[in-house]
């Protein structure tokens, strides 16, 4: 992945924005560049066919975009809500709307706080889906800890939204990542409901060495991924000697995670430089990070003994060297890319465009490119009528909703 110094910026003040005019930069990348950059990390092989450097995906969509909304302070997250508009989160700690005519609102009262550095700050919004009548939501984020001043862990907090869409209600965190590390970076941290009404936690490593090397000790939350139900019991896997919400463990930092046409789950995971991965992650299986990896150290040194396979030790559908640094998953479903149903779209923040995998079965067959340079992509989601809708990661960011050029 690529490092994200970027430091909080002070909040301003924010104008609502609709622009109607088309941006468009559209097509599937037209010369296959970005599949004949040198790798990152030379000399290593793939464990299989197809699992890394796709064939250049075919079709012909093109795509119009729009921007939404703009001024957003670095939005994370994001889900719509049943009237067309949209929960949006801002890294430094805010949560609004964005009603369907891209009106922004006020920051919603009564967000839990959070320790906005470095990679940290309000992170994941998830709408539930019987929102209508229950007006639930859950939120993720950096958490500090109440008891280590510096430190902080990933924190999940459910609430109701008052009618008037102005204050978030009986907010209480029901997760909270342990043990707390005084570090700013790697948090994870998608939110998915998943078909039993579980709520699935990706989580993170903490970045430094010393949290790193625990991400495969059993008896802690670092490098996991978790399964808690609605109110924050324990559903993970029930292996035995794991924490009791563990699902999967040996993850580095898993910033999108989405449900499949199946009700599997699916996550893409930021690698170290060379070694971002797609998983299909299974109950009480290890996904192999720091013990193997795809990829090297930010300073070209190997991870551990730099393997990239071990009995025991899961392989990653697909992996990309270079890095495209994945933030933001959804498996297409829609009305207005019917060609793309079942296809995989990843949000790419360091190949700043949208991703798409198609796929064979569980392989990789073909991978696209698509709005290449709309800045770095954060979060991807689906629209109501089958359009997409990105955030981009700036100070300036944007809410911008992709459609099909007619
Ligand atoms: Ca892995």
Redesign the pocket.
């Known amino acids: 992945m690529t490092p994200q110094p970027d430091p909080p910026v002070p909040s301003r003040g924010r104008t609502a924005a609709l622009f109607a005019a088309s941006v468009l930069l559209a097509t599937p990348a037209c010369a296959q560049d970005w599949n004949d950059e040198g790798a990152n990390a030379d000399g290593q092989t793939p464990a299989f066919q197809g699992q890394t450097r796709a064939p250049e995906a075919q079709g012909s969509v093109q795509l119009d975009t729009a921007v939404v909304a703009d001024g957003l302070d670095h939005p994370w997250g994001m889900d719509p809500l049943p009237d067309g508009s949209w929960l949006v989160t801002e890294r430094s700690g805010a949560l609004r709307m964005v009603a369907a005519d891209g009106t922004l609102s006020e920051p919603i009262a009564g967000v839990p706080q959070v320790d906005a550095r470095g990679q940290g700050g309000l992170l994941d919004v998830l709408v539930a889906p019987d929102f209508a009548q229950s007006r639930r939501i859950w939120l993720s984020y950096a958490a500090p800890s109440a008891t280590e001043p510096g430190k902080n862990s990933t924190g999940v907090a459910t609430a109701t939204l008052s009618q008037d869409g102005r204050t978030l209600d009986g907010v209480t965190e029901i997760f909270r990542q342990q043990p707390a590390w005084a570090s700013d970076k790697h948090f994870g941290s998608r939110l998915v409901l998943d078909r039993d009404g579980m709520l699935f936690v990706t989580l993170g490593e903490r970045s430094d060495p010393e949290p790193r090397a625990t991400a495969q000790n059993d008896d802690n939350h670092i490098g996991k991924l978790v399964r808690i139900s609605p109110d924050g019991k324990p559903a993970g896997a029930g292996t035995a000697g794991w924490l009791p919400d563990v699902w999967s463990k040996?993850?580095?930092n898993v910033q999108a995670a989405a449900l499949d046409g199946e009700g599997r789950l699916w996550t893409v995971?930021m690698?170290p430089q060379g070694?971002d991965?797609l998983?299909q992650p299974q109950k009480g299986l290890n996904?192999?990070?720091p013990i193997?990896?795809?990829g090297e150290d930010y300073d070209g040194t190997p991870i551990g003994e730099g393997i990239t396979a071990q009995d025991g030790?899961?392989?990653?559908v697909y992996?990309w060297d270079p890095v495209i640094a994945p933030s933001g998953l959804v498996i297409y479903d829609g009305a207005m890319f019917p060609e793309w149903n079942g296809d995989i779209l990843v949000g790419g923040l360091a190949a700043q465009a949208l991703v798409r995998l198609d796929l064979d079965g569980d392989r990789v067959a073909g991978e696209a490119r698509y709005l290449e340079g709309i800045g770095r992509v954060r979060d991807v989601a689906v629209a109501a009528d089958g359009s997409l809708m990105l955030l981009t990661d700036a100070d300036n960011g944007q809410m911008v909703r992709v459609t099909r050029a007619e």
């Open positions: 040996g993850h580095r995971e690698g070694g991965e998983n996904y192999g990070w193997i990896t795809y030790l899961e392989q990653p992996y």
